[in-house]
């Protein structure tokens, strides 16, 4: 309309410009399940026995005398975590029992990078600093 004389405006150039310093609501992006795989279950993790070595004992020195080195699981507990369907990893999250002592749980992990809670999950390791008999570049 056109202040003016009350009637409506029909040039386009001018409504266009009535609208030039109206702000755009930001358009936010529809939320979708990720598609595309994230892992593919051939990730290569490997480092040497001195890189190793070196992040262990970063974490000792860090982590004071007594400190649990680590956890033991065994081979049926992640075989188990890892033939459920859809797997292709595991994550690991740090945990504290009811007592304080450090845990650690473990869970599979599909291709879209979700944690697959519903399956099987893994808790509990023994920790290694009763159980490691030989002395080597990952523990002393």
Excluded: C, W
């Excluded at 459920?84 to 504290?96: D, F, K, L």
Aim: aromatic share 6%; charged share 20%.
């Amino acid at each position: 309309m056109n202040q003016q004389n009350n009637k409506p405006i029909n040039d386009t150039a001018a409504v266009r410009d009535l609208n030039l310093d109206m702000p755009l609501p930001p358009v936010a992006p529809v939320a979708k399940d990720r598609t595309r795989p994230v892992f593919t279950g051939m990730e290569d993790h490997s480092i040497t026995l001195s890189e190793a070595g070196s992040l262990t004992r970063n974490y000792r020195m860090a982590a004071g005398r007594g400190a649990v080195k680590g956890r033991f699981f065994s081979r049926v507990s992640l075989e188990q975590l890892l033939m459920q369907e859809g797997v292709v990893g595991i994550r690991y999250y740090y945990a504290e029992d009811n007592n304080g002592r450090q845990q650690m749980v473990l869970v599979g992990v599909d291709a879209q990078g979700k944690d697959l809670t519903e399956g099987f999950l893994i808790g509990n390791g023994l920790p290694v600093s009763r159980f490691h008999e030989q002395a080597n570049q990952l523990n002393t």
